[in-house]
């Protein structure tokens, strides 16, 4: 082993801070910073490294000799092997915090923002099974912790129907209950794993490809519409119909109820037809009498009450007076503008995915919005003076981009642009603060809103309101 990666053991070392990726902060005896997976802030441990950089080590908590006063029982049983919701055992108002400090730090470290009074980062009123959208992975071998390997027992069945382990792509965790979607999701789940076992269906193998079942998506809504789509390696007709039948009769609350048939090596459902089985091809979600048509492949914020929230907060930081031409930037399904219509002029949206623009026109139409419009395209080249002269000059941006940022190139058009407004909405506050430094120059953070739309976890929202100097 390289002298670079040796590993070594640090005793007794407290545990001060919550770092980025769900990863918590503890100093070794010679100043360096040891990131850990598995420790809360204010816990006393001992630390085994497993890799060592110039600046930092990386390791694991081994012996725990205090807990913190943070620390909370976790709810699931899966929690330190699924890895899906990696704050379960630190309590929510701690969690809170973190967040907020995550966002502030990253604002004023690498934007070099000058920031404005902060309003308390809004948490979640559910703290679990607020999810609209699960994806679960079938196995014929599934994860086996450390007590199964080393047991002399028989383990049994080995099908799974859950998760993949963090990092591990052909790795799947059996999940027996899990706390983030609200039921019927739990009771979908396990049924279908019981029914596929009865009946002889082959789980999937990753590695050789082979198997029958692929994937199940749910996907709930607040007015109660239910979607299943069951994603199939091969075409078993007799099999696959058997399974809907089931799912069907045992579950007559699934407005939806569809199927894929992908036998390519991933499992991804874009470039896939999705066929529907029973009922529609779509649910539908609402929000202040506006519905936004959802199908198999649509995006919509996963956490529906608090994107509410996140939405409003948008609109408020916005002003608008009924007389502003807004352009709603990475528009996606157009979620946003058909949200802020009503109190603008007229909203234009640009995404770069055709399919989201579609189902952007199509729930305009449905909504009787005739004030929006929405144009396809990459960003960085759609969004450039052409389009600003046949479109006008927008007196207010918003901007949601995907956890990478805006480019460069968009950055600097807005600055050329130059509107009175721009609300910056991100899921990444670490990018949000390097356009942001990029526009500091023009525009000063008069506003700023933590969102927290996934509880038990690291993920923060940001909202920021940029005005002119």
């Not at 608090?306 to 930081?317: G, H, M, P, S, V």
């Amino acid at each position: 082993m390289s002298r670079r990666n040796k590993k070594q053991v640090f005793t007794n070392v407290e545990v001060i801070d919550a770092a980025a990726k769900g990863k918590t902060v503890a100093k070794a005896p010679d100043g360096k910073v040891i990131f850990l997976p598995n420790a809360v802030p204010g816990d006393v441990v001992d630390v085994q490294t497993f890799k060592k950089r110039k600046a930092y080590y990386e390791g694991k908590a081994t012996v725990f000799h205090k807990l913190s006063d943070k620390r909370t029982v976790p709810a699931c049983e899966h929690f330190g092997t699924c890895g899906g919701c990696k704050w379960q055992d630190m309590a929510y108002e701690h969690q809170l915090f973190y967040k907020q400090k995550e966002v502030l730090n990253n604002l004023t470290r690498i934007g070099h923002i000058e920031l404005p009074e902060v309003t308390p980062i809004l948490g979640s009123a559910e703290q679990y099974f607020y999810r609209n959208k699960m994806e679960f992975s079938f196995s014929d071998s599934r994860w086996l912790t450390i007590e199964e390997v080393q047991s002399d027992k028989d383990l049994g069945d080995r099908n799974a129907l859950g998760f993949h382990i963090p990092g591990m792509w052909d790795k799947i965790l059996d999940i027996k209950k899990c706390h983030l979607q609200a039921d019927p999701s739990n009771a979908i789940r396990n049924a279908v794993k019981k029914f596929a076992l009865d009946n002889d269906m082959e789980f999937f193998n990753t590695r050789n490809q082979t198997g029958l079942l692929r994937t199940l998506m749910i996907r709930t809504s607040s007015t109660g519409d239910i979607m299943v789509v069951v994603q199939f390696f091969k075409d078993d007709k007799e099999k696959r119909e058997l399974l809907l039948n089931f799912l069907s009769e045992e579950f007559p609350q699934i407005s939806s109820l569809q199927y894929i048939i992908n036998e390519k090596a991933n499992d991804t459902i874009y470039d896939q037809e999705v066929i529907c089985y029973k009922g529609e091809d779509h649910i539908f979600e609402e929000m202040e009498g506006l519905k936004f048509k959802i199908n198999a492949k649509s995006f919509y914020q996963t956490n529906s009450a608090q994107a509410y929230e996140l939405y409003k907060i948008t609109r408020d930081f916005a002003g608008l007076t009924g007389n502003e031409l807004v352009y709603d930037l990475y528009t996606g399904t157009g979620t946003i503008a058909q949200f802020v219509a009503k109190k603008a002029k007229k909203v234009v949206g640009v995404e770069a995915v055709p399919d989201a623009i579609l189902a952007a026109k199509e729930n305009a139409e449905l909504n009787k919005i005739d004030n929006v419009s929405f144009f396809v395209g990459d960003m960085k080249n759609v969004f450039n003076e052409s389009f600003i002269a046949t479109h006008g000059k927008p007196d207010v941006i918003i901007t949601d981009p995907p956890r990478d940022g805006m480019h460069k190139d968009v950055v600097n058009q807005i600055i050329n642009i130059a509107p009175d407004k721009i609300v910056y909405v991100s899921c990444n506050s670490a990018t949000q603060a390097r356009d942001l430094e990029i526009l500091d120059e023009m525009y000063k953070v008069t506003k700023l809103q933590p969102v927290d739309m996934f509880p038990q976890t690291f993920h923060v929202e940001n909202v920021v309101l940029l005005e002119k100097r």
